[in-house]
């Protein structure tokens, strides 16, 4: 059965101080690897693709890596405004058209000023 | 453009009644989605639509929920009847089509308490 496990559940950083999370992952057949953002009260905002191990995305303070068996969402000099939950998914193919989605159960992120 | 939009945005509703969430994806996304989310916890794939056709639907709890989308647009989900611990929030999502590269959209949800 697929796992998707985010370490730590929660984290508290003063700003600009820098850290990661991760994402471990046991899945066969890996189509892609997805981060999300969600603040409370609203739907899961998505932030990165990855597809293959080595490959890397950026995006403002946050960049995001992936192995083989996992993925590292790192910050970089946080604000409070990237205080959320952060998730991590990981998609198997179900069929020839189509893919599942399987979500971590995030890492809460606390910013402090 | 219009995100993905869902209602209602709350319900509560006793144990043994009824109860049913609408979806409006965005427009000309083939693919939609519908999530539970317990408090605490990840989003958790109850069924996957590709246009009119179910493409997952195994962790859905057939005996008690049930999902239609009519002409490829608009979602329903339905539970009757409701049990404690079907409180959570329901997310509905769409995307252009299944793949990874296709970004999924996800609604505000409706979170749903059973009393």
């Known amino acids: 059965e697929d796992q998707v496990t985010q370490s730590p559940e929660a984290l508290r950083l003063q700003e600009g101080e820098s850290s990661s999370l991760n994402c471990s992952y046991t899945?066969?057949?890996?189509?892609?690897l997805f981060w999300y953002r969600q603040d409370p009260g609203k739907g899961p905002e998505f932030l990165f693709t990855?597809?293959?191990a080595g490959e890397e995305k950026e995006k403002e303070r946050l960049k995001a890596t992936l192995t083989k068996k996992e993925s590292f969402l790192h910050i970089t000099a946080p604000k409070p405004e990237d205080s959320a939950t952060y998730l991590c998914?990981?998609?198997?193919?179900?069929?020839?058209?189509?893919?599942?989605?399987?979500f971590g159960d995030g890492t809460t992120l606390t910013v402090k000023p | 453009e219009a995100g993905v939009a869902q209602s209602p945005r709350y319900k509560i509703i006793e144990k043994r009644q009824s109860v049913a969430f609408w979806c409006n994806p965005i427009s000309g996304h083939a693919t939609l989605y519908w999530y539970q989310q317990i408090l605490g916890q990840g989003p958790k794939l109850l069924i996957q639509?590709?246009?009119?056709?179910?493409?997952?639907d195994s962790q859905l709890p057939k005996d008690r929920f049930s999902a239609e989308r009519l002409k490829g647009v608009d979602s329903t989900l339905k539970i009757q009847p409701a049990k404690l611990e079907d409180s959570a929030v329901y997310l509905c999502a769409s995307s252009l089509g299944s793949s990874p590269s296709a970004e999924a959209f996800f609604g505000q949800g409706t979170r749903l308490t059973v009393v």
């Open positions: 639509f590709q246009n009119n056709g179910v493409v997952d």
């Open positions: 998914a990981v998609q198997e193919q179900v069929n020839t058209n189509a893919g599942k989605s399987t």
């Open positions: 899945v066969s057949g890996l189509r892609g």
């Open positions: 990855l597809y293959s």
